[in-house]
Structure formats: C-alpha cells, structure tokens
C-alpha cells in the first residue's frame, strides 16, 4: 500500500473463524499480529480486523479460547444475516430483527468497548438501516 489514506481499515479474512481457516483462534490472531507488526514496520497506521458472524466468534471455543482474537482486533466487523437464522421461519419474518439485536448484543458482549461496524446484512437492507438509525 504506497497510499493508505483512503484506506479505512483491513479486514484479515472473510469468516475465518467460522471457516476454520487457522485452525484455531490463537493461530488466526497470531497472523493478524504479524501482519499488524508489518504494517507499522512501513509506517502505516491501519485498523485491522476480520468480517465474521456471531455464530463464528460462538463456534470458535469459549471466551478464554476467543480472548486472543477480542485482544488482537482494532474493532468487529459483523456479518449479520437473521434470515439464515437456524430458527427463521420466511424471509419476512417479524422475528429477523430480534435475531439480529441478539447477535448485536452478542457482540457487545465480547467486544470491552471497541467499536462494532456491520459489514454484511441480507435481505431487507432498507428495513435494517431505518432500525439501526434508531438504536440507542
């Protein structure tokens, strides 16, 4: 990256906790802090950290087995998608927006106050966009 300025932040992967791609939390963070120490080798200053679901972060262990992955991420990105939901019922089902405050709330939950930035959503964007507007 010879001009990071427009450059909002890296995402290290797209699932990779749910994917399984490093065969365990402690390893995904392990490359994350490496390629975090690169970047401030070449002087850049550059949020970093990885677009997953809620039942990716859940399915990768216990708290102390996520604790390497909630310490090495500058902030969560969330893929949110309520209507694949194990217990959705239809695609307009009045429930999808209790099912994506859960996970929301999830997140808070793990994330000791860094920010929360939704990066994926299906289905009925518009109708999740005038929700979160209205989010205390």
């Not at 490093?22 to 850049?44: C, E, F, N, R």
């Not at 695609?91 to 996970?103: C, E, L, Q």
């Not at 793990?110 to 989010?135: D, E, N, W």
């Amino acid at each position: 990256i010879k001009n990071p300025d427009p450059v909002l932040a890296i995402a290290y992967g797209d699932e990779p906790l749910y994917d399984n791609d490093a065969g365990s939390p402690a390893t995904l963070a392990k490359a994350i802090k490496q390629m975090k120490a690169q970047l401030t080798d070449a002087g850049l200053d550059i949020p970093v950290s990885i677009s997953d679901m809620a039942y990716g972060w859940r399915s990768a262990g216990s708290a102390a087995d996520i604790a390497p992955m909630v310490a090495v991420v500058d902030f969560f990105m969330i893929n949110n998608f309520p209507f694949f939901a194990q217990d959705a019922t239809t695609g307009g089902a009045p429930n999808a927006w209790t099912f994506f405050m859960n996970d929301m709330k999830y997140f808070q939950s793990i994330a000791k106050g860094k920010p929360l930035m939704v990066t994926q959503v299906r289905y009925l964007v518009s109708y999740f966009i005038l929700k979160i507007a209205h989010i205390s």
